[in-house]
């Protein structure tokens, strides 16, 4: 029996689509371990490396410093390569993130110590913690886009949600690279056993561009491009028409990007320092809680699907502002069993928000501007919220001795959130999906 044109059609759509979210899975599991294997180290191995004869509290602010300073790079990096992303084309400009984030990583592990080269070492950390921060800041919204325009329109949460994904997978893979390599070097770790994390880079990177030149274009951004319908400056127009949305976008963010750095990077500093439980119990937590988020993450995005973006959305936020005191609360009892819960906990709430955040972000801006549009509002968040959170967690926790007011911080991040929530557009995904931009100013009900 032969098969009809039509039918030869379907097959190769379902497998590009296939193609596009593996590999937006892949690049994005890459470019997330990248980053959290810096997040780990800036906790437990920076402050002794790149830092020394500092006090453990100034040790770490500097550690969480550079830390920082990836942040503010990631909205910049999301205007330069959403330009080219909304102009060019998500896959291009996907494959020049890959290659600069992870050309970043891999030099980090070759950086000698302050010990051998004084403050030059520092110096060389930031610059490449910067080239970190411009490659994620264009990485998300291309790899999102590359998967929702792919998807069907009615399951935009669960395709997003497969990019972010790989933000636990790659938290996984570094804190399972840095746990084996402190049990397999031991007293040499902070020596040399650090490094292999990070030069290990360079392999995954050579996966991540295979997977990613066998993809072809979005179809949504291929057929802009028939219709001669490319803006000429995307980041300038959607600045112009949506500056409101972009600001919300960031601020929906908060109650997601602060608690997350808190959960997955001070943890370390307030189990390992204030509480003096074993670091590599702290990282088999983490790895845990990280596999538990692989299934948490595309269930979230497929349940917003069904209930609503931001229904779905809006319960993550109000069980991160309920569980701040209960997380510490656990931590504090110093209970292996406790301690395990309080972090699995943690990353379930978050992948609440998580999961359905990607098509919530993306859906609010039209074709022709949505990776520009999408990666600044997101990246804005980085700069308000999760690249100050170790910060102001650590200097809280030195200047009063408890997390209460870590827990109180955490709450405050979430009242921000539902507010812009609240005063989020209702996406019009007709008009979204030719590629023009859906009205602003409209509050949409949490329950829709």
């Not at 609440?352 to 039209?366: D, H, R, S, V």
Request: glycine share 10%.
């Amino acid at each position: 029996m032969s098969t009809s044109p039509a039918q030869v059609d379907a097959i190769g759509d379902r497998r590009a689509r296939r193609r596009a979210v593996v590999a937006s899975v892949v690049g994005t599991t890459i470019v997330w371990y990248d980053f959290a294997i810096y997040s780990i180290a800036a906790s437990l191995v920076f402050p002794k490396i790149f830092f020394p004869g500092q006090s453990p509290f100034i040790g770490t602010l500097a550690a969480f410093t550079t830390l920082f300073v990836g942040f503010p790079a990631r909205p910049i990096g999301a205007a330069i390569f959403g330009h080219y992303g909304d102009r060019v084309g998500r896959k291009t400009t996907l494959i020049a993130t890959l290659l600069l984030i992870g050309i970043s990583t891999f030099i980090i592990g070759l950086i000698p110590s302050s010990a051998t080269i004084g403050a030059l070492a520092p110096i060389l950390l930031v610059l490449t913690r910067i080239g970190q921060g411009l490659g994620v800041g264009g990485e998300w919204s291309g790899s999102v886009l590359l998967a929702m325009e792919w998807g069907h329109s009615a399951r935009r949460g669960l395709f997003a949600s497969w990019p972010q994904f790989g933000a636990p997978m790659g938290l996984l893979l570094s804190a399972g690279a840095i746990g084996l390599m402190n049990a397999l070097t031991g007293p040499d770790f902070l020596t040399w056993g650090w490094r292999v994390p990070f030069l290990l880079s360079a392999l995954l990177i050579g996966v991540g561009l295979y997977m990613r030149l066998r993809v072809r274009e979005s179809p949504e951004f291929e057929r802009t491009k028939t219709e001669r319908a490319v803006v000429k400056t995307p980041v300038l127009e959607v600045i112009r028409s949506q500056w409101r949305d972009i600001l919300l976008a960031a601020f929906v963010r908060v109650s997601e990007q602060a608690p997350i750095y808190l959960f997955t990077t001070f943890v370390f500093i307030y189990t390992t320092q204030r509480l003096q439980l074993a670091r590599g119990d702290v990282l088999n937590y983490t790895m845990i809680a990280a596999a538990v988020g692989l299934v948490s993450i595309p269930l979230f995005g497929y349940l917003s699907d069904r209930i609503g973006r931001r229904r779905m959305y809006g319960i993550g936020i109000i069980c991160i502002g309920l569980f701040a005191f209960p997380y510490y609360a656990l931590l504090n009892t110093k209970i292996s069993g406790l301690v395990l819960l309080a972090i699995v906990l943690s990353m379930i709430f978050h992948t609440m928000e998580y999961g359905p955040q990607a098509a919530l972000i993306a859906e609010t801006f039209g074709t022709t501007v949505r990776y520009s549009g999408a990666g600044i509002g997101y990246q804005l968040a980085s700069i308000i919220a999760g690249g100050p959170a170790p910060l102001i967690a650590t200097t809280i926790l030195e200047k009063t001795g408890t997390s209460t007011w870590i827990s109180w911080y955490i709450i405050g991040c979430c009242v921000i959130s539902l507010a812009a929530l609240w005063l989020m557009p209702k996406p019009d995904l007709a008009r979204s999906s030719t590629g023009h931009a859906p009205k602003s100013g409209r509050r949409a009900s949490i329950s829709t």
